[in-house]
C-alpha cells in the first residue's frame, strides 16, 4: 500500500466515522430512546407514544471515549478520554436529565446489584462518586461492570461508554438496608427478542399502603435492562411512558423496550419517595 492510498483510506474511514456520528439522534433521549417525542404531566416528562429504547453495547459502538474506572472501598473515579489522550473537562459536558455524567454500575458477582450515580467533577479531568451506604451495607465485593451517558457541548449527541473494576471486600457483616418500597404487580407484552415490548410495573410500600413517586432526572423513574450473564455487556435504559397509572396510590410505571437477542435479564427501577430506591425485576426473553 502506497502512502497516499493509506491517506486516502484514513481519511474516508474519518469521514465515514463523522457521518455516521452526525446520523445519531441530536438529544440525549433521542439516542437512547427510538424517536423522541416527549410528554409532560405535572411538570414531569414521559417518553412519547413513538418511543422505544434499545439495549446497547457501548464497545461495540466504538466511540471515541474510553472509560477510566478506578474504584476504592467507598466509592471511586473515572475520567472520560477522547482520542487525543486528553480528557473531558466539566465544561465540555452539557446537562442531560439534570445532570452532567450518569454512571450506572452493576455488580455481577458476589451479589446481584446496581446503583446509578452522578460524578462530581475536578479541575484535571477526573471525576469522583462515593457508594451510597445501602450500596455497600453486607456487601461482600466483587466484580463490577460500569457505564457511562453523557453529551459534549461541542456536538450535543449522546456518548457512551463501559469499563470493569472489582468492589474490594467489604469488611461489614450487616445486612443491607431494606428496601422501603416493592414491586406488587408486573406484566411484559411480549417475550420474544426484537420485539417491542411495554413492561408495567405497580408499586406499594412495603409497610403501608400509598406510594407517592417524586421526580428523579425530571421523570417518574429510570429503569436499565442487563443481561443476567456476565459475558454480554451492555444495558437499554428506559424511561417511563405515559400509559395511566403513575399517580395513584399504588402507582403504575410502564416501560417500552425492543427486546434484545434470547436470555435472561435484570430489570433495575430507580425511584424517589423522598430518598433513592431500588427495585428488581427478573425478565425472560424468548427466540
Known amino acids: 500500500m502506497t502512502i497516499r492510498s493509506y491517506i486516502?483510506?484514513?481519511?474516508?474511514?474519518?469521514?465515514?466515522?463523522?457521518?455516521?456520528?452526525?446520523?445519531l439522534p441530536d438529544t440525549h433521549c433521542a439516542f437512547l430512546h427510538a424517536d423522541h417525542q416527549p410528554v409532560y404531566s405535572n411538570g414531569v416528562e414521559f417518553c412519547g407514544l413513538n418511543e422505544e429504547a434499545n439495549f446497547y453495547q457501548p464497545n461495540a459502538l466504538q466511540f471515541p471515549v474510553k472509560l477510566q474506572l478506578s474504584i476504592k472501598a467507598s466509592g471511586g473515579t473515572v475520567r472520560l478520554v477522547k482520542e487525543d489522550g486528553q480528557p473531558y473537562l466539566n465544561y465540555e459536558l452539557a446537562v442531560s436529565h439534570t445532570q452532567k455524567l450518569h454512571l450506572h454500575i452493576r455488580q455481577v458477582s458476589g451479589r446481584s446489584d446496581y446503583v446509578h450515580l452522578h460524578p462530581v467533577p475536578a479541575d484535571d479531568g477526573t471525576w469522583s462518586f462515593i457508594f451510597p451506604p445501602e450500596f455497600l451495607l453486607g456487601n461482600p465485593g466483587g466484580d463490577l461492570q460500569a457505564y457511562v451517558d453523557f453529551v459534549p457541548v461541542r456536538s450535543g449527541r449522546v456518548m457512551l461508554a463501559e469499563a470493569t473494576a472489582a468492589l474490594p471486600t467489604q469488611v461489614t457483616s450487616a445486612w443491607p438496608h431494606p428496601r422501603r418500597n416493592q414491586i406488587i404487580a408486573s406484566s411484559v407484552s411480549t417475550h420474544k427478542a426484537g420485539e417491542s415490548a411495554l413492561i408495567k410495573v405497580q408499586l406499594d410500600r412495603l409497610v403501608g399502603s400509598g406510594l407517592k413517586l417524586q421526580p428523579i432526572m425530571g421523570a417518574l423513574g429510570h429503569a436499565v435492562l442487563f443481561a443476567e450473564s456476565k459475558n454480554l455487556t451492555g444495558y437499554a435504559h428506559m424511561h417511563p411512558s405515559l400509559e395511566g397509572g403513575e399517580y395513584e396510590v399504588r402507582p403504575t410505571l410502564s416501560f417500552?423496550?425492543?427486546?434484545?437477542?434470547?436470555?435472561?435479564?435484570?430489570?433495575?427501577?430507580?425511584?424517589?419517595?423522598?430518598?433513592?430506591?431500588?427495585?428488581?425485576?427478573?425478565i425472560e426473553v424468548t427466540p
Do not use: C, E, H, T
Request: zero cysteines; hydrophobic letters at 45%; proline letters at 5%.
Open 8 to 23: 486516502i483510506g484514513l481519511s474516508v474511514g474519518a469521514l465515514l466515522l463523522f457521518v455516521g456520528l452526525r446520523s
Open 256 to 282: 417500552k423496550v425492543r427486546l434484545p437477542k434470547a436470555g435472561r435479564y435484570d430489570f433495575w427501577l430507580n425511584i424517589n419517595d423522598g430518598q433513592d430506591d431500588y427495585l428488581y425485576l427478573p
